[in-house]
DNA sequence: CGTTTCATTGAAGACGGTCAAGGTCCGTGG
DNA sequence: CCACGGACCTTGACCGTCTTCAATGAAACG
């Protein structure tokens, strides 16, 4: 019996593509890993070693300039693909913000493997043209947005990703209006391209106009969600 | 014959996947387009019907704001691959930015052949991947680099990118030190997300230095490449 | 040769960054 | 149970960079 049965991603990760038999196969050469919070997978310009499937958890793919300015250039969740496959290095960082399950392939087993499945390499195509999709649309926010629209949009992303799995933990915490953010500010800076400081500010902005509530530092509440939409652009 | 025989990309572009049959196969629901500068291709937000190969040319991709903010999200040259296969829409605008030529297949045509072969299909996960590395690159550059350090980086990659094509036009007019922009300042400006002035007065104050000379509008010459390096960060 | 488009330059101001201080939360150990 | 320390967050004042607004200048085109 493989991992693989009783994998919560079994059914949306890139191997739904394939049938009980190659899933066999798959998980022949494929591992589990956890990873705590703060805990890289693999570090910019690394050799391209592995590659893997997010099971659980969030992770951030970042990189950097030599002096230090950092760069969140995506956020993945359960069933998306991280790491870069047919290239040899590694254009950006895998760091852990949750606790995080994965299950790692050895990248160039991975290759071998996905040259014999074409099913397997259309899914992670798509896959793949989809997160160009939503980077490119986030270039428009880097580059063109104001703090307030940025701050406005990534809550209005994170209500809509965090409602998703609100069915599944049923513990209620996070829903259409309401969710616990899985990122500190800093890290919601490096995602919007803003300073710790910014981000601060424009929350308390949003909140003593009403549109937003921030029980706890980690809690969002959404009372305004149109507000939110005009102001986001 | 084909027109796939005479193509000037017949073996940099996915089309090297395929063999001659093969070609001739795909050669029949392709067909050629000519494009003007400043004419598009296809527009934000439309439905994804149709995919091309660039073979001549240079095109922007771009997306935009409600209120007019655009940002240039990709720039593709001979050999690109563009459209959005295996999806609804499109999320960004394709313009042509010089006379360019492009090979144009319906997308559920061709979506159709890739399925069918796989061979293709690697080629354009491989391009695809490759392309979201550069994107995310740019991410960078977009939100954490200052404008000196954004003209800076943007020259550099003109230099490169155009250096390739000084051999196959012999009409020397670019090379590693000396190349015409394909851009005006306003182009560079929505690629860089700065205003038309500030790349102006960038440009300017990079001439003043002795670092780059600007003989004409369009044309740029690098005095001093390691300055320039430096500088970019 | 005039008109349009594109580029440069200057002055003023806004937005967000930087620096600094204080506050809140939370785990650990006295 | 409270005190302490550290990580994280908020708030304020100031300042620099880039944008905005405006005018001028240079090419390109009919």
Redesign the interface.
């Known amino acids: 019996m493989s991992y693989c049965d009783t994998c919560l991603v079994r059914n949306s990760a890139i191997c739904a593509a394939l049938d009980a038999k190659e899933i066999e196969a798959l998980n022949a050469i494929g591992r589990r890993r956890q990873l705590e919070p703060g805990e890289s997978l693999v570090w910019e310009g690394d050799q391209s070693v592995l590659v893997a499937n997010v099971i659980e958890g969030i992770l951030k ?1 970042t ?5 230090g ?3 969140i ?2 956020v993945v969740y359960p069933a998306d693909f991280i790491g ?4 040899a290095t590694t ?2 960082s895998i760091t852990a913000l949750t606790t995080a399950n994965v299950c790692v392939f050895g990248r160039a087993d991975f290759d071998r493997f996905a ?1 014999e499945h ?1 099913a397997l ?2 899914k ?3 896959r ?6 939503r ?6 926010l ?4 104001t703090a307030e629209e940025k701050v406005a949009t990534f809550l209005l992303e994170m209500a809509e990703r965090l409602a998703d799995t609100a069915c599944e933990h049923s513990d209620r915490k996070n829903s259409a209006e309401h969710f616990e953010l899985p990122f500190t500010r800093q890290q919601i800076g490096d995602i ?2 803003l300073t710790i400081e910014t981000v601060s500010r424009q929350m308390t902005q949003l909140r003593r106009d009403g549109i937003i509530d921030l029980p706890t530092r980690r809690e969002v509440t959404i009372r305004d969600h149109g507000a939110l939409e005009a102001i986001a ?1």
Chains 1, 2 share one sequence.
């Open positions: 793919l990189t950097g300039t030599e002096d300015r950092e760069q250039v995506g870069r496959p047919f290239g254009s950006h040259a074409p390499e259309h992670l195509l798509t793949t043209l989809g997160e160009l999709d980077t490119r649309k986030w270039m428009l880097l580059s063109r947005k919007l391209g652009g």
